[in-house]
């Protein structure tokens, strides 16, 4: 959408012609509201997506870019009903696995999270769908799944900085700190300013007992994001050595 302002205008003209056709009411509000959420403004949004499917109850178009918006807005409960609405209604069942597990993974329902990434990836398998399936089987410390599930990811979209930070976590507890290194090394290379990538690598480098090194990484991912916690006790840390 390359001018959301038009849009509103025009579908807000539209809304307060009396003589509009009710048929027509669901899909205004949903282009209204697409384009408020084009501008971030996301309660505006949230209102015309809810006209929009009061309107037309079984537009999944429309439930998809609701469920999309709840995800951002981190109503994780009420994005999951729609993603799970739109497994229901049968159109959309793709969308509807993919949101669905990325919700049961915000909500920390791991197992619930692998099993619809499994139906998502064997509907249409994406890089995305592997790599958010691998931090699921992480966060159940199932690591080598997790290495093959980043690994896949990788090799669908190798530009993509956050799976080789993932991959970087999940070879650091297996205890392959090389690997770990290598692994964040790509991820900074593809986003320099990536202060998760460098706290990770300085934490392999301090395994390995390169202090300097770790030392150094856990300064310039502070550098980036002075509020980094977990940063700041890995400096800390190895301060003392």
Known sequence: MDNPDAVIKTATNCLTNPGV????????YNQRGFAYEKKDLYQQALADYDS????????TTTIANRARLLFKMENYKRAYSDYAR????????HDGYFGRGKCKRMLEDFKGCIADFDQAIAMKPTADAYNWRGVCKEKLKKFPEAIADYRKSISMDSKRSVTYANLCYALN???????????????IALKPDYARAYN???????????SKGALADYKKAL????????AMKNMARVSKK
């Open 52 to 59: 929009s499917i009061n309107n037309r109850s079984g537009s």
């Open 86 to 93: 739109l497994i229901t209604l049968g159109k959309k069942k």
């Open 223 to 230: 550098e980036i994001r002075p509020d980094y916690k977990l």
């Open 173 to 187: 507890e297996t205890g392959d700190r090389d690997g770990a290194i290598a692994a964040c090394d790509k991820s």
């Open 21 to 28: 056709y009710k048929s027509w009411l669901g899909y205004v």
């Open 200 to 210: 990770l690598r300085g934490y392999a480098r301090e395994k390995k007992g390169d």
